[in-house]
């Protein structure tokens, strides 16, 4: 004869319930700690930005090359400050503010580029990216709203 095991007094009580669901939080709460998501955000960001700094720069590398070593009009000399690319296109880069650099009367946008980037934080109107005529005809594009690196993201071809 068998005898049944299980008796009716079994089963979990409410303290141990709860003292498993405190273990269960306070582990969760450690991996997410030590994932820290605000830091992994903003590394994605800043790749983002590393990418689309990449990707001007290529393009505009680009042009250089298909026009027998004519940069594209309007990126400043080598001594004048950066200015920032401009998001839009026609009048929007020029009106009120004329320091902006306008891709596509340049002829990089969308002949080289298919669309202006813009930094995936950017609170201006514009890119957030900025461009400079280095020394030899390199040109400098530089993201300056990083997040996770330090010194700004530049790249210079």
């Known amino acids: 004869m068998k005898k049944n ?71 400043p000399d080598v001594g004048g400050t950066a200015i920032e690319i401009c ?14 650099y306008d891709m596509t009367t340049a002829g990089v946008t969308p002949n080289y580029l298919p669309t202006v980037p813009v930094d995936p934080q950017s609170t201006s109107p514009n890119t957030g990216y900025f461009i400079i005529q280095a020394s030899n005809y390199r040109v400098t594009v530089t993201a300056t709203s990083t997040e996770q690196q330090t010194p700004d993201i530049s790249v210079t071809q």
């Open 87 to 100: 998001a839009t296109t026609g009048t929007a880069c020029t009106d009120p503010t004329p320091d902006l």
């Open 5 to 75: 095991i299980l008796t009716k007094d079994q089963g979990f009580t409410l303290v141990e319930i709860l003292i498993v669901i405190g273990i269960i939080a306070v582990l969760a709460a450690i991996v997410i700690v030590a994932m820290n998501p605000a830091r992994l955000f903003g590394k994605a960001r800043d790749t983002e930005r590393w990418t689309e700094v990449n990707g001007i720069a290529n393009a505009i590398t680009q042009y250089y090359a298909d026009n027998a070593g004519v940069l594209p009009t309007g990126i």
